[in-house]
């Protein structure tokens, strides 16, 4: 499967493999972390993005993302802290975004594949 990759310009510094939420303006991209954070993609850009700079986001498709905490193999994931992905368990009656899922089990710290597919869940 391709992935589809767009480069945008990092509102502040980002890091690799960490998901991102829109800008305030168009083409521009800031670090997600939280559930209810217009989250766009994961960023593929190796060493990260200065503010200002352009990263590379993959917006559909599989890619590596950093784990924050426990989510299970085929979970839906939202941004957590530093722009990790965390398991998407939004409140009764709340909704989360979400940057996809998970190809397979992870825990905080690993490096997770997932399939990039930005959406929302309720709860």
Do not use: C, W
Not at 2 to 11: G, N, Y
Not at 27 to 39: E, F, N, R, S
Not at 78 to 86: E, F, N, Y
Request: proline share 3%.
């Amino acid at each position: 499967m391709s992935k589809l990759i767009k480069s945008f310009v990092a509102v502040a510094a980002i890091g690799h493999q960490v998901l991102v939420k829109a800008g305030a303006s168009d083409g521009q991209v800031d670090l997600a972390t939280a559930p209810a954070d217009k989250i766009i993609g994961v960023t593929d850009y190796p060493g990260g993005a200065a503010a200002g700079e352009r990263i590379d986001v993959v917006l559909f498709g599989e890619t590596e993302v950093q784990v924050g905490g426990t989510v299970t193999f085929g979970s839906f994931f939202t941004a957590g802290a530093g722009g990790k992905a965390v398991a998407a368990a939004p409140a009764a009656a709340a909704n989360a975004r979400t940057g996809g899922i998970l190809t397979i089990g992870a825990v905080s710290g690993d490096i997770a594949r997932v399939l990039v597919t930005p959406g929302q869940i309720q709860g």
